[in-house]
């Protein structure tokens, strides 16, 4: 079956300029995570979609990153007026069920660049 | 709060074994480990969860200590496709986000 689908799988773009990253979770996961990593380093969280409804947006680095989720399906992630230390590889994730007992899929990521 | 990983690298031989232990100051509802290959998303090899259930490959074992909010990855007689980036996961209730570890960065030689 399909997994998780990430779009587009690489963005370069100017300081400054707003991005918009597209997550498309598993068929029927309600759970749906982003992650930041940036190069060598750990998975930071972002943000996590329970349904349509964000429990907890505190890992969201400032108010530049917005999140939203439609449908229990697609999600995007936009980022306003990209500064460098915003690039990195965008991880989204989905589960069939809640974080505590449902293994997350990852998507490929976008690798998003900043000049 | 993040999970703290232990060693944060490791080399080894094939055929040894290693341990990476993954550690929280909060009261913990489930852990989960994930390996990531160089330039590729992480995939899933367990769940551990409060009570004793597992969920994961027949060939990973683990280990989670709820009273001390500990959990541990056995790796055994260790293959070349082990190499990877391994991260811990720890959920703090059953409405809670999982957050990452820092990982661990494990090496096998032939």
């Known amino acids: 079956g399909a997994g998780v689908s990430q779009s587009p799988s690489n963005k370069v773009t100017e300081k400054g300029k707003d991005v918009e990253l597209r997550c498309d979770p598993i068929s029927g996961h309600t759970a749906l995570y982003w992650y930041r990593q940036r190069l060598g380093q750990g998975l930071e969280f972002l943000i996590y979609f329970q349904g349509n409804s964000a429990p907890d947006k505190s890992g969201l680095p400032s108010d530049r990153f917005s999140a939203e989720r439609t449908g229990e399906s697609v999600s995007t992630l936009t980022i306003q007026r990209t500064q460098q230390e915003d690039s990195a590889v965008y991880l989204c994730a989905s589960s069939l069920n809640r974080p505590h007992n449902s293994p997350l899929h990852f998507g490929n990521g976008t690798r998003l660049t900043v000049t | 709060q993040q999970p703290v990983q232990s060693p944060q690298a490791v080399i080894l031989r094939e055929g040894e074994d290693a341990v990476i232990n993954c550690s929280s100051s909060k009261a913990l509802y489930s852990v989960h480990w994930y390996r990531q290959k160089h330039g590729e998303a992480p995939v899933f090899l367990m769940i551990?969860?409060?009570?004793?259930e597992q969920k994961g490959h027949e060939k990973i074992s683990a280990s989670f200590n709820e009273k001390k909010q500990q959990s541990s990855l056995y790796l055994t007689a260790s293959q070349l496709s082990y190499s990877g980036t391994y991260f811990c996961?720890?959920?703090?209730?059953?409405?809670?986000?999982?957050?990452f570890g820092k990982g661990t960065k494990l090496s096998v030689k032939p």
């Open positions: 996961g720890t959920v703090g209730g059953s409405q809670g986000n999982l957050i």
């Open positions: 551990l969860l409060k009570g004793g």
